[in-house]
Structures are given as C-alpha cells and as structure tokens.
C-alpha cells in the first residue's frame, strides 16, 4: 500500500511537485520582478510629480513616494508572477 508521496504512487507525487514548483517559481519570479517595477513607477511618479509642480521633488515627498511605491510595486510582481505561472503550468503540465 502507498502513502501518495512516493514515486510509485505516480499522480499524487506529481502533483505535489507541481504544486512546490509553482509556489517557489511564482515567489521567484516575483521577487527578480520587483526591482525593475518599482524603478519604472519610480521614475514614472517622479517625472508626473516635477512636472505637476514645476519643481524638483524634495527628499520628504521622494519617502513618501517610496513606500506607495514598495507597496504597489509588490502587489503587481507577485500578481503577475502567479498568474504567468499558472498560465504556464496549464500550457505545457495540462493532463489530457
């Protein structure tokens, strides 16, 4: 008799590795994502507040942006992460 976690089981340990593989790429890819995203809505509020204002924005507000920026930054990465994973999950592990 098989517990399910073994090799001899078949789908369930496969399942199983799929579901690890999906959490640990999707946290991934998340994470490599986050720094280009949080440059790019960096600079994209920087040049709409210098512009808005017609003056350069001064180290108080540049925080302030920084947090609102971390935070929504992160919420985009690992959105997009999950579902471009699942996505590709779905393409090439699809049982048929």
Do not use: D
């Amino acid at each position: 008799m098989t517990t399910g976690f073994c090799l001899e089981s078949g789908v369930p340990f496969l399942n199983h590795m799929i579901t690890f593989w999906y959490g640990a790429t999707s946290f991934l890819f998340a994470a490599v994502l986050f720094f280009p995203v949080r440059k790019l809505l960096m600079a994209i509020n920087v040049n709409r507040i210098q512009n808005k204002n017609k003056r350069a924005v001064t180290e108080e507000e540049l925080m302030i942006l920084k947090k609102k920026v971390n935070v929504v930054a992160a919420i985009i990465s690992v959105s997009f992460a999950f579902f471009y994973n699942k996505f590709m999950l779905v393409q090439f592990f699809n049982p048929k």
